[in-house]
């Protein structure tokens, strides 16, 4: 009876199972822990009160009870509730090959079951590999992190003992866990630890203690990482710092017979040694500053950049270099400091005959450079194809219209840039032999500012000490220069035909003055049968005269009075309605009737408008319209006349207006050429715009 009675008033659980697995008889721990009545129990598998996972588990452990006798289990148990909790079963026996005794214990972590599921998760999720164990240092968890480092995988590990701990520091493990088990964290000791093909890795370790609602500790968590990598680096380091002050030693002793300045400064930045060349450079024996601290005997060694370097190579123990200028040697120095066991190496380089070349080719590249940035033409070093080009100066990308960059990655594209009429003269010029000089004027197409002429000298460059052969070239804009060419060339055609005109007006108007008189006469008579025909022809004779006369007239016999231009247009349109050559013409006109007065000859002014209507009407054989507008703006008045004809070709447009050049079959070149001699006259200017196919535009601009 003592024995049952405990049986049933003990806390801790009791189970007998049969052969079958089946249980007999419980005790009241386990109907409370699991919420059924005692008829619920009995007769019941024990093994379905575990989750389908640990069945397997389960039943090798019990097989491992016929075997060993005894062995411990830690399992879950499904309540009626549907809730987990964990028990340890801590004895177990098979009695007459029969009966099943279970003894167990209801585990803390059944207490604390959401810490240790919140613990598991944060573990799940943990970059370092980590590991949740019991009290009793059974792992509970552990994330994949974990198990690629050691090696072990959770079925391996779950409910076992840590197999990582080396036996020599298994007490300093203990002793970490029983200060975590007070609550404290222990941060990253260093230590090894076991991978499960034995290997031995340095890691450190973070031990954290996990507690239930009420604040007991019922599991520590360990976070491990991997620091074999940085302690095998921090053996090189060691070792390489070795092997650097044995080097340094032997760079002592060498130094001391170089040809340079040298000398060595203890702590106290004292001299201890000065070599034989540092003596002779300085001129001072080694007797007087040996034992001297340096900035007694060179205050200037206070200023920068020797303090700063020489702080630096002892209190960082690295070496530096610096360049200074000694004023009472009047000579340059390279320096450079090394760290020694009780101070600094110093040595000297007299590199002054270097510096003043130095300074010599940098004046030079100065001044090559500001001939070259500064001058019109550009210059180019290339080879003879052009296949590479060795320097460009800032004035090629001004004349090409193309970044340097791409030019000097791609020289194909400044030739791309040619004219396409002049690419072919640029081959064949291009091909002759590199030492050839050159010189050419050829068209290039500008991105922005269209067509330009360039002026291209080609100088060879004989090979010195390389055997590359190169060729030196200068690219100049000469548009302007062409153009102004063009403009003088005008210019004497100008002057040809003044004179020209001058002398034909004197010679042959008063006998046509005579001939018209008769023909008047005879025309009133009726004794010419021709007579109109013969006074048309010799109207038309009488207006070339006049035309030329205007061109041969200097301005200063021309009084200019001001004028309402905007009257004279008026009455110039309504007399041109009447005009023979405009009846198939519509007119449009925009005419602003609040013009300013203007300085002007009305005849010259009606002798334009008529040549202008006279070319709009040629341009449309078959009708068409001519749109007449006026305006002001705040520096002239400007007059447009434009029509919707056959228009000219930008070759052709660029030579109207030339001395005998005309467009019309019987023209002899003087229209425009007269109209732009009275706009100059009136010190204003003549715009011609055509497209063909779209008709012409002319606008006359005259100063307020």
Not at 190 to 205: A, F, H, M, P, S
Not at 215 to 242: H, M, Y
Request: glycine share 6%.
């Amino acid at each position: 009876m003592d024995a049952d009675w405990f049986f049933q008033v003990s806390e801790e659980i009791y189970i007998v199972c049969n052969e079958q697995g089946m249980i007999q008889q419980t005790n009241s721990a386990w109907n409370n822990l699991t919420g059924y009545e005692q008829q619920e129990i009995l007769h019941r598998p024990f093994i379905s009160f575990l989750p389908p996972e640990q069945h397997e588990q389960f039943t090798r452990w019990s097989r491992g009870l016929r075997s060993s006798g005894y062995a411990h289990f830690d399992c879950k148990i499904m309540i009626k509730t549907g809730d987990i909790r964990h028990v340890k079963w801590t004895h177990g026996a098979i009695v007459n090959n029969q009966l099943l005794y279970l003894k167990g214990i209801l585990s803390p972590i059944s207490y604390g079951k959401a810490a240790i599921e919140l613990h598991k998760s944060v573990i799940e999720k943990q970059a370092d590999p980590a590991v949740l164990i019991d009290l009793e240092t059974n792992v509970l968890a552990l994330n994949p992190a974990y198990e690629e480092l050691f090696g072990w995988t959770q079925d391996e590990m779950i409910g076992r003992t840590l197999p990582n701990i080396p036996p020599l520091l298994y007490p300093s493990f203990l002793h970490y866990l029983e200060v975590a088990k007070t609550g404290q964290r222990i941060t990253n000791p260093e230590t090894q630890r076991l991978k499960k093909n034995g290997e031995l890795i340095n890691v450190c370790v973070t031990f954290s203690s996990v507690k239930d609602e009420n604040g007991n500790v019922i599991a520590l968590s360990s976070v491990t990482r991997d620091i074999s990598k940085r302690k095998q680096i921090e053996w090189e380091l060691g070792k390489k710092t070795a092997e650097l002050k044995e080097a340094n030693k032997r760079c002592e002793t060498i130094l001391e017979s170089i040809t340079d300045g040298f000398y060595i400064l203890d702590e106290e930045l004292r001299f201890t040694y000065m070599n034989k060349p540092l003596q002779k450079m300085w001129k001072i024996p080694a007797e007087e500053l040996l034992g001297k601290v340096i900035t007694d005997a060179f205050p200037v060694v206070l200023q920068h950049p020797f303090k700063e370097n020489f702080r630096k190579t002892i209190e960082q123990q690295v070496p530096c270099n610096f360049q200074v200028y000694s004023d009472t040697l009047g000579k340059y120095f390279d320096i450079r400091t090394y760290p020694t066991d009780n101070g600094i190496a110093v040595f000297l380089k007299d590199y002054t005959e270097l510096q003043n070349v130095l300074q010599r080719l940098q004046e030079s590249q100065e001044i090559l450079r500001e001939i070259t940035e500064n001058a019109k033409e550009s210059f180019c070093i290339h080879s003879p194809d052009f296949s590479k080009i060795y320097f460009l100066s800032a004035g090629g990308e001004d004349i090409l219209g193309k970044p340097s960059a791409e030019i000097l990655n791609n020289p194909v594209l400044a030739l791309h840039c040619i004219h396409p009429e002049d690419q072919e003269a640029m081959r064949l010029t291009g091909r002759k032999r590199p030492e050839t000089i050159i010189n050419m004027d050829y068209r290039l197409n500008h991105p922005k500012r269209g067509q330009r002429w360039i002026r291209w000298r080609r100088y060879p460059v004989f090979p010195v000490k390389d055997k590359v052969f190169k060729n030196v070239s200068i690219w100049e804009d000469i548009t302007d220069l062409k153009e102004n060419e063009q403009q003088i060339q005008k210019a004497e055609k100008f002057e040809i035909v003044s004179q020209l005109a001058a002398g034909v007006a004197h010679e042959i108007r008063n006998p046509l003055t005579t001939i018209k008189g008769f023909m008047q006469i005879n025309q009133h008579t009726g004794n010419i049968r021709y007579a109109g025909i013969i006074m048309s022809e010799l109207e038309t004779i009488e207006q070339v005269l006049h035309e030329f006369l205007i061109l041969a007239k200097p301005h200063h016999e021309i009084n200019l009075v001001k004028k309402n231009i905007s009257l004279i247009l008026k009455d110039l349109l309504r007399q041109m309605k009447k005009e023979p050559f405009l009846q198939n013409i519509t007119m449009i006109p925009d005419l602003n009737f609040d013009l300013p007065f203007i300085k002007c000859d009305e005849r010259h002014i009606r002798q334009l408008m008529l040549n202008l209507f006279k070319n709009a009407a040629d341009a449309m054989p078959n009708g068409g319209k001519l749109w007449i507008s006026s305006f002001v703006d705040e520096h002239q008045v400007n007059i447009t006349i434009r029509d919707d004809g056959q228009g000219m070709p930008a070759e052709r447009l660029d030579r109207v207006g030339e001395p005998f050049y005309s467009n019309k079959e019987k023209g002899i070149g003087l229209g425009l050429m007269v109209s732009r001699k009275i706009m100059q006259i009136h010190e204003g200017t003549i715009d011609l715009k055509s497209e063909e196919g779209k008709g012409t535009t002319v606008t006359l601009r005259f100063p307020l």
